[in-house]
């Protein structure tokens, strides 16, 4: 699944040139732990689960074994852009609480209902989100979830996913959550709310009416 259709703005998780304010968790600190949110641990088990479904779903989409190790390689960096997901996913909502924003399993089968039209059917998204964002097919509804956050509170700060109140709220968040990394995986940037050495894009906001190309 190549470029599709949605809506113009995408987010991305901001990387900071300067040095920036980081927690960080040692092995010794909180043992087995990936990254430890609001004092609910990430457990290192728990992350490799979460790739494994991606690696999985990517082995059961290319029969060819060599294309498959063309999406691994591809997707060299999936370990430490996962965990980044699944922290930041806990950062939105935490945010999204903040502003009394709720999603509904109707706003999601809506969403995606759309979406699966855009595309060409069920199939066709699942494949294009594992493709470009590394979401494996179990994980979908979890997030387009995420999508219907981002955009309710970027609607009720007035503003947008792409400016600072957005973010701003996210990095208030990520105080109040107390975020703590694992080393081996990078930092957390409080302030950007992202893992330093994050490079993938996190979360895609997404509509059904949208009709602009952008880049995957």
Same mark, same amino acid.
């Not at 029969?63 to 997707?75: E, G, I």
């Not at 852009?81 to 935490?94: F, I, K, P």
């Given at each position: ?19 920036? #304010? ?33 690696? %999985? ?11 498959? +190790?063309?999406?691994?390689? +591809? ?12 922290? =930041?996913?806990?950062? #939105? ?21 759309? #979406? ?13 989100? #594992? ?14 979830? =995420? ?22 709220? =996210? ?37 059904? %009416?949208?009709?602009? +190309?952008?880049?995957?």
């Amino acid at each position: 699944m190549h470029r599709r259709r949605r809506s113009a703005l995408v987010l991305t998780a901001a990387i900071a040139a300067a040095a920036p #304010l980081l927690t960080a968790c040692g092995s010794d600190a909180h043992p087995g732990a990936a990254a430890v949110v609001g004092g609910q641990r990430i457990t290192v088990a728990q992350l490799e689960n979460r790739v494994n479904e991606v690696r %999985t779903a990517q082995r059961a989409a290319v029969k060819d074994d060599a294309q498959y +190790q063309q999406a691994v390689s +591809q997707t060299s960096s999936l370990t430490r852009d996962t965990l980044h997901s699944m922290v =930041l996913d806990r950062v #939105l909502h935490r945010a999204a609480q903040d502003a009394d924003i709720t999603v509904t399993p109707k706003e999601i089968q809506q969403m995606r209902t759309g #979406l699966e039209q855009q595309v060409g059917g069920a199939k066709a998204l699942e494949t294009a989100w #594992l493709q470009q964002y590394g979401v494996a097919p179990g994980r979908l509804d979890d997030n387009l979830r =995420l999508q219907l956050e981002a955009q309710k509170l970027a609607q009720s700060l007035g503003t947008d996913t792409s400016k600072p109140p957005f973010w701003n709220a =996210l990095s208030k968040a990520s105080k109040e959550l107390h975020v703590d990394l694992n080393p081996r995986y990078g930092a957390w940037d409080v302030q950007q709310s992202s893992r330093v050495d994050a490079k993938t894009p996190w979360v895609r906001e997404v509509t059904t %009416t949208g009709t602009q +190309q952008q880049p995957a």
